[in-house]
């Protein structure tokens, strides 16, 4: 499993898009920086110049990340502006270099060729699902096949590919997210991000779900997708950066959020829940027999709580379906990041 690169975040909403999609509305949830009115190469340099006086502060090197909009999809001249802004300060040593996320259809290979003269390292692309029913549905303007190739042209140019995935968007099954998962860990990413499907406040999505055309995936459905998916992505070793929208979406306006799997610890449900599946998986394959025996757990120490649940739902749950004795769950140091040792007796 690769680790995780720290960013300083420079957030340019909706800056290049080329039309609003259905489910997007950036200028919520925004952590106060709201609708990006100046020119974006202003605004940026002053984000930058904030972002570089706190990581020389805290001595830390962390990858610029121009975030929101569809950066490769901005006029070339800012485009040009906004990096040779950005390797200032990685070429002193600053910043460890640059990414962006940006659409699967706007990065060509004349932009790949612009990019390539700069310390670019990583590619966040807004791939959202690899099904073409479901892309079609969504009114992304583009099919699977503009996805992949898009994924393919970032790792040819040699940088770091991460891609982000909607599960619940209109048409999806759990059929379909999981080929779409399949396809994009196939296409070798350094990392996922898995987004369940918001209906947020002033989108098209909401007048879809107001008059009953979309209905989106209740809390559980989201959770149960994503931890199956987490076990995808931690069999092929690929990360999983973030499950779930920033809590900082309800924050500032009225009810953002109008409908859908929202929850402020929504990664921790999942990696809760993966915990739960994996036992579950391992006395379904091991042992004809659990009634009235002891299960002890020993799992990494850092990752108890998560294995614990809520409310200890984990081994409630555990006990219940097993008809256990007794559950003992131990942390211990040792152990690596996924590790699991499980006795029953
Ligand atoms: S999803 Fe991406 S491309 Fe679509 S409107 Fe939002 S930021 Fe722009």
């Not at 009114?139 to 040699?158: E, I, T």
């Not at 979309?214 to 998916?229: G, Q």
């Not at 076990?231 to 990360?239: F, K, S």
């Not at 299960?295 to 409310?311: C, D, K, Y």
Request: a positive charge; hydrophobic letters at 40%; proline letters at 6%.
């Amino acid at each position: 499993m690769k680790g995780r690169q720290r960013v300083a975040p420079i957030f340019l909403p909706h800056a290049g898009c080329p039309f609003r999609c259905v489910y997007c509305n950036q200028f919520l949830g925004t952590g106060g920086m709201g609708r990006l009115e100046t020119d974006p190469v202003q605004y940026a340099a002053e984000r930058l110049q904030e972002q570089a006086g706190w990581a020389q502060r805290a001595g830390e090197t962390r990858e610029i990340a121009f975030f929101g909009g569809t950066f490769t999809a901005l006029p070339h001249d800012t485009i040009v502006r906004l990096l040779e802004m950005a390797s200032y300060w990685v070429c002193r040593g600053v910043f460890a270099g640059i990414r962006f996320s940006t659409r699967p259809d706007a990065i060509s290979e004349e932009v790949c060729d612009l990019l390539a003269n700069f310390p670019v390292r990583t590619v966040e692309l807004g791939v959202q699902s690899l099904s073409d029913p479901v892309l079609q549905q969504s009114r992304r303007g583009y099919g699977a096949s503009v996805a992949a190739g898009a994924a393919q042209r970032v790792c040819r140019y040699g940088w770091k590919l991460g891609i982000q995935l909607m599960p619940g968007l209109p048409g999806d099954t759990h059929g379909r997210f999981l080929s779409s998962l399949e396809e994009a860990v196939d296409l070798k990413p350094d990392f996922l991000r898995l987004y369940p499907t918001l209906v947020l406040e002033g989108t098209a999505l909401a007048d879809w779900y107001l008059d009953g055309r979309y209905v989106p995936l209740t809390l559980e459905e989201a959770i149960s997708w994503c931890a199956e998916a987490y076990e995808v992505l931690r069999l092929a070793g690929v990360a999983l950066a973030r499950a779930g929208l920033h809590g900082d979406v309800q924050r500032g306006g009225s009810r953002p959020v109008l409908a859908g799997p929202f929850h402020p610890a929504f990664g921790y449900l999942v990696r809760v829940r993966w915990w739960r599946n994996r036992v579950d998986t391992f006395l379904s394959l091991s042992s004809p027999n659990t009634r009235g025996k002891r299960l002890t757990l020993v799992v990494p120490a850092h990752r108890i709580s998560e294995a614990l649940g809520p409310g200890q739902s984990n081994p409630i749950h555990w006990r219940a379906r097993w008809a256990l004795r007794e559950i003992r769950l131990r942390g211990v140091e040792k152990l690596g990041e996924h590790e699991l040792e499980v006795r029953l007796e």
